[in-house]
């Protein structure tokens, strides 16, 4: 979510309440009743034309203090939120707490912002998170203090091995190839030679990401080991390392049995000069999905894409819009971006060694979710890159696509395209944010564009559109948050990202707060005396911040 400021007149009127004001506001939040608290607040400033920032910070200091020690798993999680968008060290304490809740996903969503913070006492609380009952928390410890390098880390995942399943094991090497010194590497290299070759293929994978060319040696030998899927993921590790001195080898493993093999080890010496993009090109005509989506990372084999997106197979076809856009090529994205009436979700789907991977179409996505685990998160995943993709592409190709989705009311993408077009600044995108705000019969493609048009400081009604509107909504509206993809990989599942009307929400309130105008200001404080009671605790973050 952008985080997007205002250059606006500041407000002026900055002062401190008598005591019996702000010593009834605080007694009020302390006996749990936040509405009338901030109600004769709002009443106090009415009268004076003042506002009491230090006041309003311990009032929210106070809501996020009561609603961390609440049982509501709920309220607790809005207060991560609200402790993560304020970001400052003095609610570490906050985030501590969250730490020691009997909630898994509160517990990886406090790791999440104490990987933010750029403090010792924040490194402090995820080394406390070590020792949490649950697997993935330690897990995610571990791969945050990695990055820091930090010495606990070794020894932590050397006394989880016998402990953990072989699936477990197989995440250790994302969180060792952050380390530095001898024995880590000596650690790298027994998972290199793992019994497990789910455990061997991942460090294997994570050795190439991180471009650990200390390691060729040992991939190198891996590789002339027999199994195929190891042989593979070798493959494309030596093309990623750009390891010369395996041309040879690499070429053995292209007349390997093994369809996959194969495309991996032409894509390693097609990297590395060594021709092979017929063969890719071939193997993509033949359907192969893996091979379409490696012409895409090599921005070759645009002719070939050209005609596979008009291919019967939905499949063949995803790939190769997904490939021709990567090369700066539209195609037919509308069957990703617009699908219709098809109810399709994408996935991902990986080869044996898991280095090559393809997306695959699910029909009827919405009634499948249970048997496709982060399936939601994924489509929408998709669905926004290739959004974001399109960016780059002419901008009149861009602004037909982006008319389209909002003429097609396809609200899931709409947050994320007014944000791209608010961020393009020309004439043509303005004007269609314009379009938009008059949209008839769709106030949340109104309402979004009246956010951008405020924020880019256009002419016209759109702050009073925005207060109107918050004001308005009352208990209507509740923060949520979006579905994660699933992914098996660690620091990338826990951020709150709220859904598209949640979103709506939050971003005004941060637009209107950040502007430090009266109006926003009373506009936050507004839904919080009014609003509904567990929206509080994010906003009691917005107002921390704002206040600051």
């Known amino acids: 979510m952008a985080l997007l400021g205002l250059a606006t007149a500041a407000l002026t009127l900055f002062a401190s309440f008598p005591t019996d004001v702000g010593g009834q506001m605080l007694f009020l939040l302390h006996r749990k009743d936040a509405s009338l608290a901030f109600e004769k607040y709002l009443e106090h400033a009415a009268e004076s034309g003042e506002h009491d920032f230090a006041l309003l910070q311990q009032a929210g200091m106070r809501l996020l203090e009561?609603?961390?020690?609440?049982?509501?798993?709920?309220?607790?999680?809005?207060?991560?939120?609200?402790?993560?968008v304020?970001?400052?060290?003095?609610?570490?304490?906050?985030?501590?707490?969250?730490?020691?809740?009997?909630?898994?996903?509160?517990?990886?969503?406090?790791?999440?912002y104490l990987g933010k913070q750029n403090d010792d006492f924040a490194d402090e609380l995820v080394l406390e998170a070590l020792s949490s009952p649950f697997l993935a928390t330690r897990l995610e410890g571990c791969y945050q203090l990695a990055q820091k390098n930090h010495p606990s880390v070794l020894s932590h995942l050397q006394s989880l091995v016998v402990k953990v399943p072989d699936l477990v094991r197989a995440l250790f090497p994302q969180i060792v190839v952050h380390l530095d010194g001898s024995n880590a590497n000596q650690y790298l290299k027994q998972l290199l030679t793992d019994s497990n070759l789910d455990v061997r293929m991942e460090a294997i994978l994570a050795v190439a990401k991180l471009r650990r060319d200390d390691f060729l040696p040992q991939i190198r030998k891996l590789a002339s080991q027999v199994h195929f899927a190891q042989q593979e993921c070798c493959a494309l590790a030596l093309g990623e390392?750009?390891?010369?001195?395996?041309?040879?080898?690499?070429?053995?493993?292209?007349?390997?049995?093994?369809?996959?093999?194969?495309?991996?080890?032409?894509?390693?010496?097609?990297?590395?000069?060594?021709?092979?993009?017929?063969?890719?090109e071939n193997l993509a005509r033949s359907e192969d999905l893996f091979a379409i989506a490696a012409l895409g990372k090599l921005q070759e084999g645009k002719g070939v894409l050209r005609e596979l997106i008009h291919h019967t197979d939905r499949d063949v076809r995803l790939n190769a819009i997904l490939s021709l856009l990567q090369q700066g090529e539209a195609g037919p994205v509308e069957e990703i971006l617009l699908p219709g009436n098809k109810d399709l979700g994408f996935m991902r789907t990986s080869s044996p060694g898991h280095g090559l991977q393809?997306?695959?179409?699910?029909?009827?996505?919405?009634?499948?979710?249970?048997?496709?685990?982060?399936?939601?998160?994924?489509?929408?995943?998709?669905?926004?890159?290739?959004?974001?993709?399109?960016?780059?592409?002419?901008?009149a190709q861009f602004l037909k696509i982006a008319r389209h989705l909002i003429t097609q009311r396809r609200t899931e993408l709409i947050p994320l395209l007014v944000e791209l077009l608010e961020n393009k600044r020309s004439d043509a995108a303005t004007a269609l944010l314009k379009i938009g705000h008059q949209t008839a019969g769709d106030p949340f493609i109104r309402n979004y564009c009246t956010l951008a048009l405020y924020r880019m400081r256009e002419e016209g009604p759109y702050e009073q559109q925005l207060i109107n509107w918050v004001?308005?909504?009352?208990?209507?509206?509740?923060?949520?948050?979006?579905?994660?993809?699933?992914?098996?990989?660690?620091?990338?599942?826990?951020?709150?990202?709220?859904?598209?009307?949640?979103?709506?929400?939050?971003?005004?309130?941060?637009?209107?707060?950040?502007?430090?105008?009266?109006?926003?200001?009373?506009?936050?404080?507004?839904?919080?005396?009014?609003?509904?009671?567990?929206?509080?605790?994010?906003l009691a973050g917005l107002l921390i911040r704002t206040t600051e």
Not at 68 to 84: H, K, R, V, W, Y
Not at 251 to 260: F, Q, S, T, V
Not at 489 to 499: A, G, M
Request: glycine share 8%; hydrophobic share 35%.
């Open 358 to 395: 393809a997306w695959k179409t699910i029909p009827s996505h919405h009634h499948n979710t249970k048997g496709y685990s982060g399936l939601v998160g994924q489509t929408m995943g998709l669905r926004e890159n290739v959004l974001i993709q399109c960016l780059e592409l002419p901008e």
């Open 66 to 84: 009561q609603g961390i020690d609440s049982d509501d798993p709920e309220t607790q999680l809005m207060c991560m939120f609200g402790a993560g």
């Open 241 to 280: 390392l750009k390891d010369t001195q395996s041309i040879p080898l690499l070429k053995n493993l292209r007349a390997n049995p093994h369809k996959e093999v194969q495309l991996a080890a032409a894509i390693a010496l097609y990297e590395m000069g060594e021709g092979e993009l017929a063969f890719i």
């Open 86 to 112: 304020a970001n400052t060290p003095d609610l570490l304490h906050i985030l501590e707490k969250g730490i020691h809740t009997k909630e898994p996903r509160i517990q990886l969503t406090a790791l999440n």
């Open 471 to 538: 004001k308005s909504a009352g208990d209507q509206v509740m923060i949520q948050f979006r579905e994660d993809d699933g992914e098996p990989s660690l620091s990338t599942r826990h951020e709150l990202t709220p859904e598209e009307s949640s979103r709506f929400l939050v971003e005004t309130f941060q637009t209107l707060a950040q502007a430090q105008n009266k109006a926003g200001i009373e506009a936050l404080i507004h839904a919080m005396a009014y609003g509904n009671p567990k929206n509080r605790y994010a």
